[in-house]
């Protein structure tokens, strides 16, 4: 593992062999990057304005954090042109980003399409692309599967691909796409080649946009198994996506608590009714709590990348953290909805944004339903 910081900041800090839920100085010097750089390129009305036109992706300041600031490699060995990172300065990263609701294909391909590849014993080149943000990557499973759960595969016959894959996340600015095969391998096809068309699909979600690909005699190149590769990269996907919703729901509450100290209402703050103290007191504790989830989550992803294991705690780590992040940041965006109230209805306040962001986040790589379901299996606490 490197000990070089991916911005400059300072050294990546160690992966200890105990849980560790706090962040170091190097975490907090990363987050403090990253936030300075959407703070100047990433506003709500940037934002709001790109949700609206038909190119939502903002590849500008995709650039900035990727190229720029090197993080689109963070989770691969320098050996294969990486950073060297780990899981846990991604998860910062997805913090801020989850924060700023920002419109960039990190999640799809530093850490889902970059992990598949991380598997593959044949996508050096490939991986090499999507690490120098050369090229954006995405993986060709539909964003609700969950790790473990079966996913639809294209036809491969006479070497080209046939079949339609829906529901793809960020499937509009791949440059390359990862597509399971029927038989058992995982191919990397060109977004521009011969047969491939993506079609956009109605989308809650209009910062992370879906799209329907056909592959019609497509070309592509084989680069490892698929089941290994997907089921990787669902519970890293899994896993570090509690982070982001982790900074969608730190957003609202404290934007919500802001709000509730500037609106006066009978010559007092708003914010000083008991009522609405007991509301953000519960969702304070739902925030911490969903921090300590989504930390261990990723601190059990890196110790797994260190010791190439796939322990059963790192499954349950995931599992527990994907059964309680989703409600956690509804619940957090839709109270900041509510207790915005008094402002009245407007399209130009960025809240909405959060809150299909959540409830979308909610059922990607799974509900929260079916990782209960896989954690009472890995505990043995199945239903009598």
């Known amino acids: 593992m490197s000990t070089t910081s991916p911005t400059k900041t300072g050294p990546v800090s160690p992966v200890s062999a105990q849980p560790d839920l706090l962040y170091s100085e190097e975490e ?33 300041l995709w650039k900035a954090l990727a190229d720029g600031m090197g993080l689109a490699g963070l989770l691969v060995p ?14 910062v990263v997805l913090e ?16 889902v399409a970059t992990e598949a590849l991380l598997a593959c014993a044949d996508g050096s080149e490939v991986l090499t692309s999507l690490a120098s943000a050369r090229r954006i990557g995405a993986l060709a499973v539909p964003l609700h599967t969950a790790p473990g759960a079966p996913f639809p595969s294209a036809r491969a016959a006479d070497g080209v691909l046939h079949g339609e894959l829906a529901g793809i996340a960020d499937a509009a600015a791949a440059d390359v796409l990862l597509v399971p095969a029927a038989d058992g391998g995982l191919y990397a096809v060109e977004a521009d080649a011969t047969g491939v068309t993506v079609t956009g699909q109605t989308s809650l979600d209009l910062t992370r946009p879906l799209g329907r690909v056909t592959l019609d005699g497509t070309p592509g190149h084989r680069v ?21 919703q982790l900074g969608l729901a730190e957003w609202s509450l404290t934007e919500t608590v802001r709000y509730l100290k500037d609106r006066r209402q009978f010559n007092r703050p708003v914010g000083g009714f008991q009522a609405l103290k007991h509301r953000l007191a519960q969702l304070w504790l ?8 989504a930390r261990n989550a990723a601190d059990a992803l890196a110790a797994d990348a ?14 527990v953290a994907q059964a309680y992040a989703g409600q956690v940041a509804v619940h957090a965006a839709e109270e900041a909805l509510q207790l915005h109230g008094g402002i009245g209805m407007t399209w130009e306040h960025p809240v909405h944004l959060y ?29 009598p």
């Open 28 to 60: 907090e010097a990363l987050r403090a990057a990253v936030r300075d750089l959407l703070t100047d390129h990433c506003g709500a009305a940037r934002v709001i304005s790109r949700a609206e036109s038909d190119t939502p992706h903002d590849l500008s």
């Open 78 to 91: 320098e050996e294969r042109g990486g950073q060297g990172a780990t899981h846990r300065e991604a998860a």
């Open 96 to 111: 801020e980003l989850g924060r700023a609701v920002a419109p960039v294909p990190y999640l799809t391909s530093a850490v």
């Open 224 to 244: 490892g198994d698929a089941e290994p590769a997907v089921q990787r990269a669902l519970r890293a996907g899994a896993g570090l996506l509690a982070s982001e």
């Open 286 to 293: 739902e925030v911490v709590s969903l921090r300590a989830a």
């Open 306 to 319: 260190v010791t190439v294991g796939d322990g059963p705690d790192t499954a349950v780590a995931v599992a």
């Open 355 to 383: 809150l299909k962001r959540a409830k979308a986040d909610s059922i990607a790589y799974g509900t929260a339903g079916a990782h209960r379901e896989a954690l009472a299996e890995l505990v043995d606490l199945r239903t």
